[in-house]
């Protein structure tokens, strides 16, 4: 069992937030959901800890706060 890691882990977080963006862009709402969903479900397979994915999922929600 894992534990997700909410304190900034990114070298840049700015450059990922805007590179979120640019990978958006130029697409209408429907293909952009679509991308992001990709985009999620990939990430979801690269951490593989279902742990790990439903902590997530619960703080995406509002369910809990990250600590």
Do not use: C, F, S
Request: a negative charge.
């Amino acid at each position: 069992m894992g534990k997700l890691n909410t304190e900034m882990n990114l070298a840049d977080g700015d450059a990922t937030y805007a590179a979120l963006v640019k990978m958006t862009e130029g697409l209408d709402e429907a293909a952009a959901q679509k991308a992001m969903a990709k985009l999620v479900l990939l990430l979801a397979n690269h951490i593989g800890d279902q742990d790990v994915l439903n902590e997530a999922m619960q703080i995406a929600r509002g369910d809990k706060v990250a600590v």
